[in-house]
Each structure stands twice: as structure tokens, then as C-alpha cells.
């Protein structure tokens, strides 16, 4: 495995590899392992599917014991942020695992280093090898570093559904009828944003924006709650 | 917590919980929570969460340590079919949790307790709560028990894809033309029944019948690979 990655892991994260195979097995595409049939390797995807695993559940751990107060619906919805390809795409980039993966020529050509599907099962791949390899409690510290801070700053605050709990608050006595406006839409190439505000009782409450309706709509409605709630 | 419960937990599985509230809290549905505002239960669904969890990891684990050869294809296809709402229904009858679920009345008029997804909801959340009470080897010895001999039984191998595993064989030396055929379709109420014949060069090379066209297709295809094999 390559020299500087190891010496990345060890000052970055405190992680020592027993068995370097694992960390090679799981930085290995299959398109390498093809134009390498001398060299009898594995691809990574074995490892990827233990790894998928356990990071479901090193993050539903820590979410369950961080959020004592929050019902069901609201985990999941936080862990369904969190677990999912755009997050642990974004992880790995960070982690600097898109420079090791080990590619054939023609996934180098096809820009599959840079493909947040690839840089997804690689980051799953890679916890599973130091599951293996160092067990449970080494993936807890590792995520720590890497994934709960960013819980904790409120990177993926935006699931827990701010509409739901606008309405909750509004109708706590009796029917109000709460309405979403778009109110402007730019679209430069690659990055749509839309402006939205909430409307109840002819009076808007908030305005947000996003790069879907959606999530436009729910910054309206945090906003919106934070000011009745005087937070803002 | 039942008496006669916590008897069988420690005759059949060797479990004594340190703290029973978790026991407890898995064992108690919402509507039985409505009923007894005065007691402020909590509803098992933050603990099945977790469970939901611990399960997947548990029987990943097991199958990439049992089967080193599987491909990671197989390896998924068996976990989908051992984590699911039919499985764990199964399991959770076979442990008898049917019988302590906390319910309200209306929800036991309803039939709940016999209900397949409310029992693998209380499977999982008696994972989470042994898992919070006594830790993942707790949970791994449990399923070593109730789950892991069945899969070594083959109760969940009809998900090995023998249809994909017939064709390889049949095309070994080249293509050759593979049918399958309705032969027969009985549907008596709830339990409807296909029988499928699968064949190749104007030959039949098995039967089989399952409740769906795809299930009796594979069981076709198994069994003509058996015979082909020659262990039929």
C-alpha cells in the first residue's frame, strides 16, 4: 500500500494497520483487479458490504445514546442523512481515500476516481477493513473524527423536517392553513436555487433557499419557527 | 417484566437482563403507551431502531465470515432474505414474544399480536435492548441460537439465484436457448400455488411450484441443476 496514505492514517487518525492486506483489498476496484489477473487479487466489494453494516450501526449507536429526546422517526430520518451516498462521498474526499483507490486504465479515463458512487463504497469499504482488522471500538474512534462533529454542527439538520414541526406548533389549537410560495428561481449551470416563503393567516413567516423546492421549503419553515419561537 | 418470560429467556438463551426497564420498553407498543398515560412508558420503536441495526451488522459479520467465497452479490441477496419482516416474524414466534407483547385493547382486538410486521419490529427491538444491555457478543450468542443454524440448514438459500447458476452450467460451452413454462396456477384463498417447468433443447429439465412465478422458476431451476449434477 502506498507509503504516504499509511503515514496519512497514522498522523490524521491514530491507525495502524496489523494486516495491510484488508486496507489494500479494500481500496481495489475491480477494473484493477482485472488488468491485474496475475497478481490474484479481490476486489473490495466483499468488505464493502460488511462495511455498509457497520457504519449503519456505529451511527445509529451514537445517535440513539446523543438524541435521548428524539422519537423514532426523527433517528431515522437523521441516520437516512447521514448514511447515504452524497454524505459518505463527501467523507472520503475528505479523508483524501478518492488519490489510493486502485483503478484499470479505462475507470482512470472514465473519471470513476471523481464518482461520488465509487468514493461511497470506498469509504464503506474502508470501515469495514478496520473493522476487521482492529474491530468496533477503532471504527467508533475513526467516525467520531470524521462524522460526528459535523452531526453535531448540524450538517444534516435540514431532514428533521422543520414543515412538520411549523405545523405542529401552528395547529396546536386548531386548523390553520399554512402555505408555500416560490418566490424567485435562479438557475446558473449546476447550481438551481429557489427562494420560498410560508404563508399562514396572510402573513409570511419566513423565507428560505435551496437547491431543491424542497429543501427551500423547509429553511422557510425553520425560519419561521425560530422567529415564534424567539430564537431569532 | 412477565415472570414466566424471564424464566424461558434464561432456560433457553442463558439471557438475565441487568436492567429489565430495557426489556421492558421493547416488549411495549404505542397504543399500550396511550392507555396508560399514568404509567409514562416509552414504545419500543427508538430501541427497534437500534435493534434494526445491531441485526444487520450481526448477520453480516456471520455470512462474510462463513462464506469466503461468496461474492458480494450472494452475500447481499442471503442477508436480504435472513433480515427481513418474514424472517424475523418467524424467529420472534419461534422465541414466543408473541406472547409478552404490551398492547392496548384496541390494537389486541385488531389481531396486532398476530401481525407479522408488529412481531418483526419486537424481534428487532429485543436485539437493541439485549444489545444495550449486555453488548454485541450478547446479541451474536442470541442469534447463534435462533438464527444462524437455519441458515445453515439452507432455509434461505431459494435466494442463491440457481436460475442464473442453470444457465451458467447449460452455457458453459456456448449459447443455448433456456424456457420456462406456467404448467399449472392454483389459488385457493391466501395461499395461491405456480408450477413452472424449465426447458432447454426441447427437453424438460425440472419442475417446481412456489407462490410466486419467480419462486417456482427458481425451485425449477435448482432442481434441474441437481439432476444435471447428479445429486438428485
Chains 1, 2 share one sequence.
Do not use: W
Request: charged share 25%; net charge negative; aromatic share 10%.
Amino acid at each position: 500500500m502506498n507509503e504516504k496514505f499509511l503515514k496519512e492514517l497514522k498522523a490524521k487518525f491514530g491507525i495502524e494497520y496489523h494486516n495491510l492486506a484488508l486496507l489494500e483489498e479494500a481500496f481495489t476496484q475491480s477494473s484493477y483487479v482485472n488488468e491485474h489477473p496475475e497478481l490474484q487479487l479481490q476486489d473490495y466489494q466483499r468488505i464493502e458490504f460488511l462495511g455498509d453494516a457497520v457504519m449503519e450501526l456505529t451511527v445509529s449507536d451514537y445517535l440513539y445514546k446523543k438524541y435521548p429526546n428524539y422519537p423514532e422517526g426523527k433517528l431515522t430520518r437523521l441516520r437516512a442523512a447521514i448514511v447515504c451516498e452524497d454524505s459518505f462521498s463527501a467523507f472520503a474526499r475528505e479523508c483524501h481515500f478518492d488519490q489510493y483507490i486502485l483503478l484499470g486504465r479505462g475507470e482512470e479515463k472514465n473519471g470513476a476516481r471523481n464518482r461520488n458512487s465509487l468514493l461511497c463504497d470506498i469509504f464503506e469499504s474502508f470501515v469495514g477493513s478496520l473493522y476487521l482488522d482492529q474491530g468496533k471500538a477503532a471504527v467508533t474512534k475513526f467516525v467520531q473524527q470524521v462524522v460526528f462533529p459535523k452531526v453535531e454542527a448540524g450538517a444534516f439538520s435540514y431532514v428533521m423536517d422543520h414543515k412538520t414541526n411549523l405545523q405542529e406548533y401552528l395547529q396546536k389549537d386548531g386548523e390553520v392553513e399554512i402555505s408555500y410560495h416560490l418566490v424567485a428561481e435562479a438557475m446558473p449551470t449546476n447550481n438551481q436555487q429557489f427562494t420560498v416563503e410560508v404563508v399562514a393567516k396572510s402573513k409570511v413567516l419566513g423565507t428560505g433557499s435551496g437547491h431543491t423546492k424542497k429543501a427551500a421549503e423547509q429553511v422557510a419553515a425553520e425560519v419561521a419557527l425560530d422567529r415564534l419561537l424567539g430564537h431569532a
